[in-house]
Nanobody
């Protein structure tokens, strides 16, 4: 069983930064591609970032490219999401996810097998 626990969310002013953390259980963390998604009130969940199992590749949507950075530390079973220059539109619950797939489109939800409970990020204007 894989458990993912997000942390690091909170209230930040416009233009500020936050770093999200996702701690994973399991001894095979280094074999999982990992992703971050977010869901704002009244909206569908959307892709934020993903990272290959050995961090050799990262993936972003065009809308978030440059402001968000995903990284991982396999020794600590942790994946990170550094978020800079935050806007009120970034307000959402942020979820991390783990995929058991060897390869695929890590920008879509269906490839992920395990999800955390989410952490709230609120950007005030």
């Amino acid at each position: 069983q894989v458990q993912l626990v997000e942390s690091g969310g909170g209230l930040v002013q416009i233009g500020g930064s936050l770093r999200l953390y996702c701690a994973a259980s399991g001894r095979t963390f280094s074999s999982w591609p990992m992703g971050w998604f977010r869901q704002a009130p009244g909206k569908e969940r959307e892709f934020v970032a993903a990272i290959h199992r050995n961090a050799s590749r990262t993936y972003y949507p065009d809308s978030g490219k440059g402001r968000f950075t995903i990284s991982r530390d396999n020794a600590k079973n942790t994946v990170y999401l550094q978020m800079n220059s935050l806007y009120p539109d970034d307000t959402a619950v942020y979820y991390c996810a783990a995929s058991a797939a060897f390869d695929g489109n890590y920008r879509i939800e269906n490839i992920y097998d395990y999800w955390g409970q989410g952490t709230q990020v609120t950007v005030s204007s």
